[in-house]
């Protein structure tokens, strides 16, 4: 029996703001690259085999790893780790990519691995209560020791939209606002991420401050040593 899910009960919608998002991300210069990572408005609270491939067709893998800059960014699935009910099978082969990815990270040692993933694993403290917006505790502290274990520095989520953010001994969670819906106090913006040989340096910027700025004045403003890898999450 096959359950319903959200996201194709919203299609109409999805389909408006796909072809808008798609129209607008064309006057990015093109040697900017793009990653994209699903949420569960994109491919459901408990996602489906036909909602993650509706996502691929439209921006790609739902997991990936990459390098730049001589980084290891892993970009994870994280709907899996809340719901992976009804694509039991692709829960699985996502979560051996990860450890094979993982396992690679530990041997060659990086000198940073950053996760990017829609749901953070705690928004204040990895010992935190359960709630809509973190994932559960004993899947979080898998994670989390999994992680470290690799060497990963950084975890990069959105989902409460608004900031958050705690460490896990070295490991650093950092949860962005929104673009768009705020759900606290924050005012909408986006986070300016600045990868160095010494440490992983990042600062949220409102949409009015940006207007004022540039992204390169941000940057001198977070560090004055060499950049390995800078970039927008």
């Not at 085999?49 to 699935?77: H, M, P, Q, R």
């Amino acid at each position: 029996m096959c359950k319903r899910n959200k996201v194709t009960d919203s299609r109409p919608f999805r389909d408006e703001q796909t072809f808008d998002l798609k129209h607008v991300l064309k006057g990015i210069d093109p040697n900017i690259p793009l990653v994209f990572v699903s949420g569960n408005h994109d491919i459901g609270n408990a996602p489906t085999t036909d909602t993650i491939s509706e996502f691929c067709k439209s921006w790609g893998d739902d997991y990936f790893s990459f390098w730049a800059g001589g980084v290891l960014y892993l970009v994870l699935n994280s709907q899996f780790f809340q719901d992976a009910s009804n694509c039991i099978e692709l829960e699985q082969a996502h979560d051996l990519w990860l450890n094979n990815q993982l396992a690679a990270a530990e041997q060659l040692k990086c000198k940073h691995v950053i996760v990017f993933q829609h749901i953070p694993l705690f928004l204040q403290s990895p010992d935190e209560e359960n709630n809509y917006f973190n994932l559960e505790k004993s899947k979080r502290l898998d994670l989390l020791q999994r992680f470290e274990k690799a060497g990963v520095k950084a975890i990069f989520s959105g989902h409460y939209h608004r900031n958050a953010g705690g460490m896990f001994n070295n490991l650093e969670m950092v949860v962005t606002s929104a673009i768009g819906c705020q759900l606290g106090e924050d005012k909408h913006g986006v986070r300016v991420v600045v990868v160095t040989e010494e440490k992983i340096h990042h600062k949220y910027i409102s949409l009015d401050e940006l207007s004022d700025l540039t992204v390169k004045e941000v940057i001198s403003g977070l560090f004055e040593v060499n950049v390995l890898n800078p970039c927008l999450e």
